[in-house]
């Protein structure tokens, strides 16, 4: 039995029904409840027997032509091993009309020693040896315990979520059908990519049809009223696998295999539906909710990391361009996959003719850990100087979002190693919709 109501106490029940919750979805429950208000608050709760879940809260969306302001938070990246969920407790005491988040919910990794020297600070699994999840059952289980979080839970209970996935949720830096790993058949990665999906579509908070074997369109466009519309995306499923032997940090020239035209990053149909759902949007706001980051993280002709955007300039040209085209100035890109906070300047063209025609704000991951010492981080905005703000250590991104302002304020933890620890506000940008690029508030 499944009942929403106006009040924590049940008092006024305005929706309810009974759902199967059968074995073949490892016991999920998966409810749309139709028949509510617009713009207003619900809590909601499972019956089953004698057992009653915890409450949880939610809330709908304005209508199409409401100026209401949203309360957003994004992250992505929770490695359950690497670090506490201290973020996740903030953002549940923080008072959300949204939370999105933008990938890496499960890492697929088997279970690794229990060592906080190296990083490594809790049990995965009762006994410790989960291994490196292939099979339906292994990433059910996989959710399961992640799920065991009371932080996370708290999250979950307190705002509705959108969520999108990266790479982890199946393989780090799988492209299409390729495998991480060479010598995967496609075959093998096949069945392995349909179980990490079907196991991602039970367990997650998502209002698409289920997946088809391998395949699952999971992007979408959600409007907050006429505030902002937010396209969210999947740069996974379909894209070219990563280019010039997916070198990490090779200071050596790009290879001539990345300037490809056809090299997909979003597939030729998704792209086509977000640059036509962007370009036709009335929303004060384009919000995309995007996996790798979109601002170059490029030394000279170097690209540091052909898993982003940059191993992908064709299509992130074809992006830009259109934006720029249709005289866009209200697009916002919230990125995750990185473990790092930023702030950037998405151009189009280089050099002197370079203009900035998107904004681009790189949240932390939650827990996964930083890919640079912490210390490097003026070295950055020093280099790159179309990035405005860097910081290496654990947090979220809030975004207090009105028509006419967008602030961004970055959360982080300072020693994420240990739990109960406090979160606090690093930096805090505004954005205004008729010129790209953020402002230190
Ligand atoms: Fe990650
Ligand atoms: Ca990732």
């Not at 035209?261 to 706001?285: H, M, V």
Request: charged letters at 25%.
């Amino acid at each position: 039995l499944w009942e929403v109501a106006t009040d924590d106490d049940f008092g006024d029940v305005v929706a309810a029904g009974t759902g199967p919750a059968p074995l073949d979805r490892a016991h999920a429950v998966r409810i749309d409840a139709g028949g509510l208000e617009p713009s207003t608050w619900y809590s909601y709760r499972f019956r089953i027997g004698e057992w009653t879940s915890p409450v949880g809260r939610t809330r709908t969306a304005p209508p199409g032509d409401a100026d209401e302001p949203v309360d957003f938070g994004f992250a992505s990246c929770q490695s359950f091993q690497s670090g506490w969920y201290n973020a996740w407790r903030d953002v549940a005491e923080s008072d959300l009309d949204l939370v999105v988040f933008l990938g890496d919910y499960i890492y697929e990794n088997a279970s690794q020693p229990v060592d906080p020297a190296e990083g490594v600070v809790r049990p995965l699994g009762a006994d410790n040896d989960e291994p490196e999840c292939t099979t339906l059952e292994d990433y059910r289980r996989r959710y399961a315990i992640y799920r065991g979080d009371e932080n996370l839970r708290a999250a979950h209970a307190a705002a509705p979520w959108l969520v999108v996935w990266d790479d982890h949720e199946v393989d780090n830096n799988y492209a299409d059908l390729s495998s991480e790993k060479d010598g995967v058949s496609a075959e093998e990665f096949t069945a392995r990519r349909a179980a990490a999906y079907r196991a991602w579509w039970e367990s997650m908070p998502v209002r698409v049809p289920p997946p088809e074997g391998p395949d699952l369109e999971i992007d979408r466009t959600v409007d907050w009223g006429s505030v902002a519309s937010f396209f969210l995306i999947d740069t996974r499923q379909f894209r070219a696998d990563q280019a010039c032997g997916d070198a990490t940090f090779d200071l050596s020239p790009a290879c001539d295999e990345v300037k490809g035209a056809d090299r997909q990053f979003l597939g030729a149909a998704q792209e086509a539906r977000l640059i036509e759902g962007l370009t036709g949007s009335a929303a004060a706001w384009n919000v995309i909710g995007n996996q790798t980051v979109m601002s170059p993280l490029v030394v000279g002709d170097a690209i540091l990391n052909y898993d982003q955007w940059d191993g992908y300039p064709e299509a992130r040209r074809r992006l830009l361009s259109a934006i720029d085209e249709a005289g866009l100035t209200n697009t916002v890109v919230i990125t995750g996959d990185i473990h790092v906070a930023g702030v950037g300047e998405v151009q189009l063209g280089d050099g002197d003719g370079a203009r900035t025609v998107a904004t681009e704000l790189v949240g932390t991951s939650i827990s996964s850990d930083a890919p640079i010492p912490e210390d490097l981080s003026s070295l950055v905005t020093e280099l790159l100087p179309w990035i405005q703000y860097f910081d290496a250590r654990r947090g979220w991104t809030r975004c207090r979002v009105d028509s006419g302002e967008w602030t961004a304020e970055f959360r982080v933890v300072d020693d994420n190693l240990a739990e109960g620890q406090p979160v606090s506000t690093d930096a805090t940008f505004t954005i205004r919709p008729d010129s790209p690029g953020a402002v230190p508030a």
